[in-house]
């Protein structure tokens, strides 16, 4: 069975401080992942894709990596602000019988304290 | 439109009654998914459509649930005798297709089983 698992499931930093997420994925065939923010009441909104060949992808403080060979992702954010609270969701796509399938993760609370 | 566009925002129901909820998903996207989301969790897959054919249903969770997406577009999720244990929100994304899964969703619909 598809699974995607995120630790740790909730984190409270320092305003400035930086932070790594952590997704563990058993989804096969693995076409990408991406990494969603989602803020309260609000829906997902992606941060970043990374594919099989992709080791590592910037946007801004967000620094994904991926190993396909331990099927390990990473979200490291660097100087933490306080707009930086939201639920952090690892997403694997991977082809099933019925096409491109998204598998979700449980995602990771982080609050950001001034 | 601009975005995925949920309706209603809100929705309060008695136990025992029947809801629908609606999608409006970005003009062109084939691909349209349900989740649904228990609060402090990460979205929970529920159905996935491809053009005006549900694809994957595997997450419907019993028969009281059903959706449709008759002339895919717009789509409705339908929920039967409504249970306590419904009661989450209930999230609609749409992609452009199968294969490029960045999936653009809505605010959701919070509904609550009372």
């Known amino acids: 069975k598809n699974q995607v698992e995120q630790s740790p499931q909730s984190l409270i930093i320092l305003e400035g401080k930086n932070c790594t997420l952590q997704?563990?994925?058993?989804?096969?065939?693995?076409?990408?992942l991406r990494w969603y923010k989602q803020d309260t009441g609000r829906g997902p909104v992606s941060l970043t894709i990374m594919t099989f060949s992709e080791n590592t992808k910037s946007n801004g403080r967000y620094t994904a990596t991926l190993d396909a060979d331990t099927k390990q992702s990473s979200l490291h954010i660097t100087a933490s602000q306080l707009s930086d609270s939201a639920s952090y969701i690892c997403?694997?796509?991977?082809?099933?019988?019925?096409?491109?399938?998204?598998?979700f993760g449980g995602g990771t609370r982080l609050m950001v304290k001034p | 439109g601009a975005g995925v566009s949920q309706t209603p925002s809100n929705k309060v129901t008695e136990k025992g009654k029947y809801v629908e909820l609606r999608c409006d998903p970005i003009s062109g996207h084939t691909a349209l998914y349900w989740y649904r989301q228990s609060l402090g969790q990460g979205p929970e897959f529920l159905i996935y459509?491809?053009?005006?054919?549900?694809?994957?249903d595997s997450g419907l969770p019993n028969d009281r649930f059903f959706a449709v997406r008759p002339e895919g577009s717009v789509s409705t999720l339908k929920i039967q005798r409504t249970e306590r244990g419904d009661s989450a929100v209930y999230l609609c994304?749409?992609?452009?297709?199968?294969?490029?899964?960045?999936?653009?969703f809505g605010q959701g619909t919070r509904l609550t089983v009372v």
């Open positions: 997704c563990n994925y058993t989804v096969s065939p693995f076409s990408n």
């Open positions: 459509f491809q053009g005006t054919g549900a694809a994957d």
């Open positions: 997403v694997v796509s991977g082809y099933n019988n019925a096409g491109n399938m998204l598998t």
């Open positions: 994304a749409s992609s452009r297709d199968s294969e490029s899964n960045e999936a653009f």
